[in-house]
């Protein structure tokens, strides 16, 4: 497994999490293994950073470990299907013993952990001819009441039953919870630690997967586990649901299912990993090279390729830029001409971002060029999408080697999109000529695209 050994490269990523909220779902069996010392600490750690953490808990574990002692039979096991009374006991008494466990164990680390009563349920009801009894249905989240406490430094012990106000109480599936709490709160991440590991399908070579998994299963670079999909954007989740459920064991489908219904409830990214595996949190949020699978939203949504018809917008969008010499003048018509090559990223369908990116086939080079910014939507990251939306796209045509020229954001450039300083000399032999010509004598920055960072490097 890849270690932690660089502490630069946690410090890197915590001011991207620094007062953001993380959701935590521990399934039970996690809960009983040795390494739940281990993520104990990591989550004092993440506390440390000033990131928020709330623990939503499963208790399958417990309650096959009570319904054996007391030989009982539960009438359905993951809070989805139905619950009888006795069913219901079990569930309750198994929830309370590890959300208890849950506390001692956060105390044991300095934390304060509080466990409380913070969903409002009601019952399922009858579905499809049939009454699920005290399972229920999530009315709200109490998120107010959350936010508190994690404002108090707090963590919150989320237990997936649900109360109706009314004394009466339901069960609910923890993943679902899970989710639900995310989505309300409004968290950076939802982190699943199961006893599984992250997607993995062994035995599919590409060449057998459909369209959308084949391309994932292209991107996955360095594999330390056969077949793991680190990273896969939404649509390409639901493409492994879609056409290799069989493929994969049917916990993982569900788990993966619930993490697609968490990016479309708008959390960011959803990440399932193996919580048996020491460092793996820990590895998963601050590396690049996380132990389990990352579903993540597509952050290319609000970038689309440009048309003719965006010459305009595009000219007025760099108007500015070009009066203060950041840019090169383009004339509407060259820009036409060229506006296959440029993208545009829209807010509310106007453009308020673009760039192009030129490609030099024979020697493997691509320029990324007219990145602009309106600057009322500055400092919002959208440079940065529009820079690995352009590698992106440099990549997929085959390109080793992306080139700029800059006046005056070459730090930008260096600071944030990883490019380095290079040389007139970098320049493919053409646009040396015109380089030469145009006596801008801009700064040439360079960064290589084959070096085995994906597209969504530092992005987990
Ligand atoms: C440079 C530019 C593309 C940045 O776009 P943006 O969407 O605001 O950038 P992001 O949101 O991705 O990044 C913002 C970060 O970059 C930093 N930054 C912005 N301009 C910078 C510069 N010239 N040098 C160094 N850092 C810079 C910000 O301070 C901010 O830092 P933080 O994340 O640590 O707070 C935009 O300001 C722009 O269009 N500038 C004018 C056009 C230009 O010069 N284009 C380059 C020619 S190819």
């Known amino acids: 497994m890849h270690r932690l050994t660089?502490?630069?490269?946690?410090?890197?990523?915590v001011p991207r999490f620094r007062d953001r909220l993380f959701v935590i779902a521990i399934d039970g069996a996690?809960?009983?293994?040795?390494?739940?010392?281990?993520?104990?600490?990591?989550?004092?750690?993440?506390?440390?950073?000033?990131?928020?953490?709330?623990?939503?808990?499963?208790?399958?574990?417990?309650?096959?470990?009570?319904?054996?002692?007391?030989?009982?039979?539960?009438?359905?096991?993951?809070?989805?299907?139905?619950?009888?009374?006795?069913?219901?006991?079990?569930?309750?008494?198994?929830?309370?013993?590890?959300?208890?466990?849950?506390?001692?164990?956060?105390?044991?680390?300095?934390?304060?952990?509080?466990?409380?009563s913070f969903l409002v349920a009601h019952p399922a009801g009858i579905l499809g001819g049939i009454d699920h009894q005290w399972t229920g249905k999530i009315e709200r989240v109490q998120t107010g009441l959350i936010q508190s406490l994690v404002a108090q430094d707090m963590v919150p012990v989320v237990s997936p039953v649900g109360a109706d106000g009314e004394g009466r109480t339901y069960r609910l599936n923890s993943d679902h919870v899970a989710v639900e709490v995310a989505a309300a709160l409004k968290a950076a991440k939802l982190i699943f630690l199961s006893t599984l590991p992250g997607v993995t399908l062994t035995n599919l070579a590409s060449e057998k997967a459909s369209g959308a998994v084949k391309t994932a299963i292209d991107r996955q670079r360095e594999p330390s586990v056969?077949?793991?999909?680190?990273?896969?954007?939404?649509?390409?989740?639901?493409?492994?649901?879609?056409?290799?459920?069989?493929?994969?064991?049917?916990?993982?489908?569900?788990?993966?299912?619930?993490?697609v219904r968490g990016v479309k409830l708008g959390v960011p990214r959803v990440h399932l990993i193996d919580g048996r595996v020491s460092e793996g949190l820990l590895a998963e949020v601050f590396s690049n090279l996380g132990v389990g699978t990352m579903v993540h939203a597509n952050e290319y949504q609000a970038i689309r390729k440009a048309a003719k018809k965006d010459g305009r917008a595009i000219l007025s969008l760099i108007a500015q830029g070009v009066a203060n010499d950041e840019l090169v003048r383009r004339s509407r018509a060259e820009i036409e001409r060229t506006a296959e090559d440029f993208f545009v990223f829209e807010v509310d369908k106007?453009?308020?971002a673009c760039a192009a990116v030129h490609l030099h086939p024979s020697e493997g080079k691509a320029e990324l060029a007219c990145v602009c910014v309106d600057p009322r939507f500055e400092n919002r990251?959208?440079?940065?999408?529009?820079?690995?939306?352009?590698?992106?796209?440099?990549?997929?045509?085959?390109?080793?080697?992306?080139?700029?020229?800059?006046?005056?954001?070459?730090?930008?450039f260096q600071q944030?999109?990883?490019?380095?300083?290079?040389?007139p000399a970098d320049l493919p032999v053409s646009r040396r000529e015109k380089?030469?010509?145009?006596?801008?004598?801009?700064?040439?920055?360079?960064?290589?695209?084959?070096?085995?960072i994906g597209s969504n490097h530092g992005a987990r």
Do not use: C, W
Not at 100 to 111: F, I, K, N, P, R
Not at 241 to 248: E, K, N, Q, S, T
């Open 6 to 13: 660089d502490l630069r490269e946690i410090l890197r990523y």
């Open 30 to 116: 996690v809960v009983e293994d040795e390494n739940f010392r281990n993520v104990l600490l990591d989550l004092a750690l993440l506390k440390s950073l000033r990131i928020g953490v709330v623990l939503v808990h499963g208790a399958l574990h417990q309650i096959l470990k009570l319904a054996d002692l007391t030989k009982q039979q539960p009438s359905n096991l993951d809070g989805s299907g139905i619950t009888d009374d006795a069913t219901l006991q079990l569930a309750l008494f198994a929830s309370s013993r590890v959300a208890y466990e849950l506390v001692e164990g956060l105390d044991a680390a300095d934390l304060h952990g509080v466990s409380g």
């Open 226 to 259: 056969e077949g793991l999909l680190r990273s896969l954007s939404l649509e390409e989740a639901e493409a492994v649901l879609a056409g290799h459920r069989a493929d994969i064991a049917p916990e993982l489908a569900s788990k993966l299912e619930q993490a």
């Open 350 to 352: 106007l453009p308020v």
């Open 381 to 412: 990251g959208i440079g940065r999408k529009m820079i690995e939306y352009g590698e992106s796209l440099a990549r997929q045509a085959g390109m080793r080697e992306m080139f700029l020229l800059s006046t005056q954001a070459f730090n930008y």
């Open 416 to 423: 944030k999109g990883g490019f380095i300083q290079g040389s």
């Open 435 to 452: 380089y030469d010509k145009s006596g801008r004598r801009s700064l040439v920055l360079v960064k290589r695209l084959d070096d085995g």
